[in-house]
C-alpha cells in the first residue's frame, strides 16, 4: 500500500519529465473485454507485435490450463476465482492531469508518513534528473499493469553490455535470447497458474548479463495494479552468464480495491559457471482490509536454474502484503559447487494467508543449500512455510541448512511449519530445525519499562526476529523494509 | 487381482477383491455387523490409499495392491516360530495369522480380557484412514483389554505371529486403562514369508492413567505390515511408546495420538532399521487438544541396501492448547549408497502459548569418530557398530522395561548381522 504514491510519481517523472508531486488514479486504460479465450491470447500478442512462435507458445500454454486443475494442496481458502471475470490486459493510454494530495485517503497518507518517505523512489527520481556522469544507485523498470512504461538509465547499462528492458522490448529486439531461454526453467505445463502466466503474460523484465559483467548498479522493477478486476501475469527473465553478477530488486504495490485482484507471476533465473543472481523481494501488495475484505491474490512461480559450476542464486524476500501469497522461490543446484539460498520474512496480520517457502534440488556434486525462514502471524492470519529440500542420487557432498522460525502474536491466528526432506545420498548432509514461539513478556516489558509503547516494543523484537534475514537484503530494502514490518502489524497488540 | 493398467486400477482391484471377499464371508464374521457394513461402504467407495494422497506421497501402494491374500485359516505356528517370542515375565496373549490362540497364551489375573471378535472401541475413525476401513470390514478377531481404575495390569505380551501362509489378517484391539491404571505392552508382530498383516490398536488412557506400548516389528521379509495406532489420553495420563521396525517388505506405522485433558503427554519414539528393498513408514499425528499437554519424539533410522525410510511425524495445536510443549527429532543414517530417506515433519499451530519445536536430520556415519575409534585399534566393521549403537540410543534410552529393552537391544543386534 505505501509505495502507491511514490510509483505512480515515479512512473508519472519518468514518462513526463517530473511533476514529482502528483498523485492519480484515474488513468485511462486501454483494455481488453473481460474473459479468457484464444482471441483474448491473440489480442494479447497482437498488441505486443509479437512474433508467431511466442504466439505459438501462449496457445500452447492456454491448452495445456485448460486441462489442469487448480491446485488445492496449499493451507489457504478463497472462493472459487472466476477466470472469465478479469481483464487480462490493460495498459496506460495517456496520463490524467495530477490532482491535489488532499484528495488521498487518509490513512494511506498516514502509513505513508510511517514508512519515512521519501525513500528509493525520490532518490531515483533525483537520479533521473543529474547529469550524466553522476552514477545513480538504482535502475527502475516501472511495471505499470501490463506494460513497462519506463525504463531508466538503459543507457548506462548498455554500455556495460548489459540488457535490462521490458519483456515485451526484448521480444522484439533480443528474440534469440528470449527464445532460447522463456520456460527453460518453468515449463508452460509446471503448475496451474505458471500455465496461466504463460498464456496470458504481458510484461514484465528482462535482464542479461553478458560474461564477466559485474552490473554496475541494483536494477528494480516496481509492480503495480491499478485498474481494476485486471489479473498481473508479469514474466521476468534473468540470464547470468559466466562469471556474471547481478543483484535485482522487486517491489510490489496495489492500491486498495474491495474485490480480490489475481496476480499470477512468473519468475526465471538462469546463472551460468561462476554467475551469480542476487534476487530481492518486498510484496507489499493490498492485503485487504482488517474485516478481510479484498487484497490481492499473489500466486506466484519463481525459480532459478544454478546452471554452471559455482554459480549462486539467492532469493531474499519480505513478504507483508496480499489477502493470499501462494508463492516458492526455489534454486535448482545443477552445476557442481552450485549454490542456492532463500531467505525469507513472511508476515501475516488480520484475515491475511501466506503458504511460502522454497524448493532446493540438489543434483550436482558438493551443492550447497541454506535456508532461512521466519514467520510472523497476528490477528486471525495464518502462515505457512512449506518447502522441500531433494538431494538426489549424484549429489556427492551435499549440504543443507534449514532453519524455520514461527512466532504467534495472539490466539487467534496459526502457525504452520510443512518442510519435505528426500535424501537419496548417503554423503549428504542435512539438517532441519523449527521453532514456534510467542513474544516473550520480559522482552516485552524490558521495552515497556524504558518508555517504548507496546506496539514500537513489538516491532522492536520482530525486527530483531527477523535479523538474520533483513541482513540480507541490498540497503535501498532494508529501511523500508524495517518500516514496513512495523506497519503491517499495527493493531495486531493491545 | 486381474492385469491392472496402472497404480490406480491396481489400487481399485485390491480393494474390490477385499470387497468381495467382505461380501462372501460377511454372515459368518464376528461382532458388530452394523460397524463392519459401514466400513465396507466406505472401502467400496474410497478404496485403498492413492499416490496422489498427501498422507501416502513417500509410501505408494502399488506392490500391496499387486499382491494377493487368502482369508486366514486356523494355523500352528512352527517351533521356531514361537521361540523369538522373548522371554518376557507377563501374561502371553498370543494371534496366529490373526487368531486368537488360547492353548499358546496365558491367564489375566486382576483385569479382564476378552477374545474371539474383534474388539472395535470407538476411537478409530475408517471415514479417515482407508485402512483402518479395511481392517473394521474384515477383522475377525482381537483382544479387548480392560484394566480396572488405580489397578497395576503389569505386563502383556500380545504377539502376533504369521506362518507364512499367503494370507490376510486385520486384528483389532481395544486396550482400556481406568483412571489411575497402568500397564505395558509388549506388542511383537513376527511371521516369515509373504502375507499382509493390517492391525488396529485403540488405547483409551483415563485420567492419572499410563499405558506403555513396547513394540517389535519383525515380520517376514515378503509381508505387508499395516498398522494403525490410535490413543486418546485423559487429563493426567501418560501413552509411552517406543517402535522397533525390523521386518516386512513394506510396513507403515501410523499412529494418531490425541492429548485430551490438561498434563496429558505422549511418547513416540522409534527406530526403524531397514536392508535390502525394504520400505518402512512411522506416520505420527499428535493432537494437543488441551492445555498444558507434551509431546516427545525421538524417531531414528539406519539405512542400508536399497531401502528406504519414511517419516512423516506432525504436531497439531489447537487454539486452546495453550503451554503446549511439542518436541520432535528425527534422524537418518544412510549407510549405503542406494539407500533413501524422506521426512516430512509438521507443525500446525493455532495456539500462541506454546513450545514446540522440530529438528531433522540425514547423513552418513561421522568420518571423524570413526577414524577416532579406529585410531585406538576397533576394527572398521566394529567401530560402525559401535557408532550405529550409540546413534541409536537416544531413542531407546527412554525405554524402562528392563527385559524389553533388553530384548530390542537383541533383535537390533540380530538385525546388524544379518543386515543387507
Redesign the interface.
Known amino acids: 500500500m505505501p509505495a502507491v504514491a511514490e510509483t505512480l510519481e515515479t512512473v508519472q517523472a519518468a514518462t513526463e519529465g517530473g511533476y514529482k508531486w502528483g498523485f492519480s488514479t484515474d488513468i485511462e486504460m486501454d483494455m481488453a473485454p473481460k474473459g479468457l479465450n484464444e482471441d483474448i491470447i491473440r489480442l494479447i500478442s497482437a498488441r505486443k507485435n509479437e512474433p508467431q512462435w511466442l504466439l505459438d507458445w501462449r496457445l500452447a500454454a492456454f491448452a495445456v490450463w485448460l486441462k489442469m486443475d487448480e491446485p488445492d ?1 496449499a493451507m489457504v481458502n478463497h472462493p472459487p476465482i472466476d477466470y472469465q471475470d478479469l481483464h487480462y490486459y490493460a495498459a496506460p493510454k495517456k496520463k490524467a492531469g495530477p490532482k491535489s494530495l488532499d484528495e488521498v485517503d487518509p490513512e494511506l497518507l498516514r502509513t505513508y508518513e510511517k514508512l519515512g518517505i521519501p525513500l528509493k523512489e525520490r532518490a531515483i527520481l533525483a537520479g533521473v534528473e543529474t547529469p550524466d556522469d553522476v552514477m545513480p544507485q538504482v535502475a527502475m523498470d516501472a511495471v505499470f499493469d501490463s506494460v513497462s512504461v519506463a525504463t531508466t538509465f538503459k543507457a548506462t547499462l548498455a554500455k556495460s553490455g548489459v540488457i535490462f528492458c521490458p519483456i515485451s522490448e526484448a521480444v522484439q529486439e533480443h528474440p534469440e535470447l528470449v527464445r532460447k531461454y522463456l520456460g527453460s526453467v518453468v515449463p508452460t505445463s509446471d503448475n496451474y497458474f505458471a500455465a496461466l502466466n504463460s498464456a496470458v503474460f504481458t510484461d514484465g523484465s528482462f535482464v542479461y548479463i553478458p560474461k564477466g559483467v559485474r552490473c554496475p548498479m541494483e536494477l528494480s522493477t516496481y509492480f503495480r495494479i491499478n485498474a481494476r478486476n485486471t489479473g498481473q501475469f508479469e514474466r521476468t527473465l534473468i540470464i547470468a552468464e559466466e562469471a556474471s553478477h547481478v543483484s535485482y530488486l522487486e517491489g510490489c504495490t496495489a492500491p486498495q480495491r474491495d474485490e480480490n485482484q489475481l496476480h499470477a507471476a512468473v519468475v526465471e533465473l538462469v546463472a551460468f559457471d561462476d554467475a551469480t543472481i542476487k534476487y530481492s523481494t518486498v510484496q507489499n501488495w493490498y492485503p485487504g482490509d482488517s474485516e478481510g475484505k479484498g487484497g490481492i491474490y499473489n500466486f506466484v512461480t519463481k525459480r532459478g536454474h544454478c546452471r554452471g559450476a559455482r554459480s549462486k542464486i539467492s532469493w531474499t524476500q519480505v513478504e507483508t502484503g496480499s489477502a493470499i501469497t501462494w508463492k516458492y522461490p526455489s534454486c535448482v543446484l545443477q552445476g557442481d559447487d552450485s549454490v542456492g539460498e532463500f531467505y525469507s520474512v513472511a508476515v501475516t496480520n488480520n484475515f491475511q494467508q501466506a503458504d511460502t517457502g522454497t524448493k532446493m534440488i540438489h543434483i550436482g556434486k558438493r551443492t550447497k543449500s541454506t535456508i532461512v525462514s521466519k514467520g510472523i502471524s497476528a490477528g486471525r492470519s495464518n502462515n505457512t512455510y512449506r518447502g522441500l529440500v531433494r ?1 538426489d ?1 549424484r549429489a556427492d557432498g551435499a549440504r543443507n541448512f534449514t532453519q524455520c522460525d ?1 512466532l ?31 513474544i516473550a513478556e520480559d522482552q516485552l516489558f524490558y521495552c515497556r519499562q524504558r518508555g517504548l509503547s507496546e506496539e514500537d516494543a513489538v516491532g522492536l523484537i520482530v525486527n530483531g526476529f527477523c535479523k538474520d534475514v533483513l541482513k540480507e537484503l541490498p540497503m535501498e530494502f532494508a529501511v523500508e523494509a524495517q518500516k514496513l514490518l512495523a506497519v503491517s502489524l499495527e493493531g495486531s497488540v493491545g | 487381482m486381474s492385469a491392472p493398467s496402472g497404480p490406480l486400477a491396481a489400487l481399485k482391484a485390491a480393494a474390490d477383491a477385499f470387497v468381495a471377499d467382505y461380501h462372501a464371508r460377511k454372515t459368518s464374521l464376528p461382532g458388530d455387523s452394523h460397524v463392519r457394513a459401514e466400513a465396507a461402504a466406505l472401502v467400496a467407495t474410497q478404496g485403498l490409499p492413492g499416490p496422489r494422497e498427501e498422507a501416502w506421497r513417500y509410501t505408494p501402494l502399488r506392490p500391496f495392491a499387486e499382491a494377493q491374500f487368502a482369508p486366514a485359516r486356523r494355523a500352528e505356528p512352527s517351533a521356531a516360530l514361537l521361540a523369538r517370542i522373548p522371554a518376557i515375565a507377563g501374561t502371553r496373549l498370543v494371534f496366529v495369522d490373526g487368531r486368537f490362540h488360547s492353548e499358546l497364551s496365558g491367564v489375566p489375573e486382576g483385569y479382564r480380557v476378552t477374545t474371539g471378535e474383534p474388539a472395535f472401541g470407538h476411537l478409530a475413525r475408517p471415514a479417515e484412514e482407508k485402512l483402518v476401513a479395511l481392517n473394521t470390514m474384515l477383522a475377525e478377531d482381537g483382544a479387548a483389554i480392560h484394566v480396572p481404575a488405580g489397578t497395576d495390569a503389569g505386563t502383556i505380551i500380545l504377539a502376533s505371529l504369521a506362518t507364512g501362509a499367503a494370507v490376510g489378517f486385520h486384528p483389532r484391539h481395544h486396550i482400556v486403562l481406568e483412571a489411575g491404571a497402568t500397564l505395558t505392552l509388549i506388542d511383537l508382530a513376527l511371521g516369515d514369508g509373504e502375507y499382509l498383516s493390517n492391525p488396529v490398536l485403540t488405547f483409551e488412557v483415563a485420567a492419572g492413567a499410563t499405558v506403555t506400548h513396547l513394540r517389535t516389528q519383525d515380520e517376514g521379509a515378503g509381508a505387508f505390515h499395516l498398522s494403525t495406532v490410535y490413543a486418546e489420553v485423559a487429563e493426567g495420563g501418560t501413552y509411552d511408546s517406543f517402535a522397533l521396525t525390523l521386518g516386512g517388505k513394506l510396513a507403515r506405522m501410523e499412529v494418531h495420538a490425541r492429548l485430551a485433558g490438561p498434563n496429558a503427554a505422549a511418547h513416540l519414539n522409534a527406530a526403524q532399521l531397514l536392508g535390502a528393498s525394504q520400505h518402512a513408514d512411522f506416520t505420527t499425528i499428535v493432537r494437543h487438544d488441551a492445555p498444558n499437554t507434551a509431546s516427545r519424539q525421538t524417531v531414528k533410522n539406519v539405512l542400508t541396501g536399497r531401502s528406504r525410510g519414511v517419516f512423516q511425524g506432525k504436531i497439531e495445536v489447537a487454539r486452546i492448547a495453550q503451554k503446549t510443549d511439542g518436541y520432535q527429532m528425527n534422524q537418518a543414517l544412510l549407510l549405503s549408497p542406494q539407500a533413501e530417506m524422506d521426512s516430512k515433519p509438521q507443525l500446525q499451530i493455532y495456539a500462541d502459548d506454546v513450545k514446540c519445536s522440530h529438528g531433522a536430520t540425514v547423513g552418513a556415519l561421522d568420518a571423524d569418530q570413526l577414524f577416532y575409534l579406529r585410531s585406538r585399534g576397533v576394527p572398521e566393521a566394529e567401530a560402525r557398530a559401535i557408532l550405529v549403537r550409540a546413534f541409536l540410543s537416544e531413542a531407546l534410552d527412554p525405554i524402562t522395561h528392563e527385559e524389553a529393552r533388553a530384548a530390542m537391544e537383541a533383535a537390533i543386534a540380530a538385525w546388524w548381522e544379518r543386515r543387507e
Open positions: 494442496w538431494i542420487r514461527s504467534l502474536i495472539g490466539d487467534q491466528c496459526g502457525a504452520h511449519t510443512v518442510p519435505y526432506i528426500e535424501s537419496r545420498n548417503p554423503t549428504a548432509k542435512l539438517e532441519h530445525e523449527a521453532t514456534t514461539s510467542k
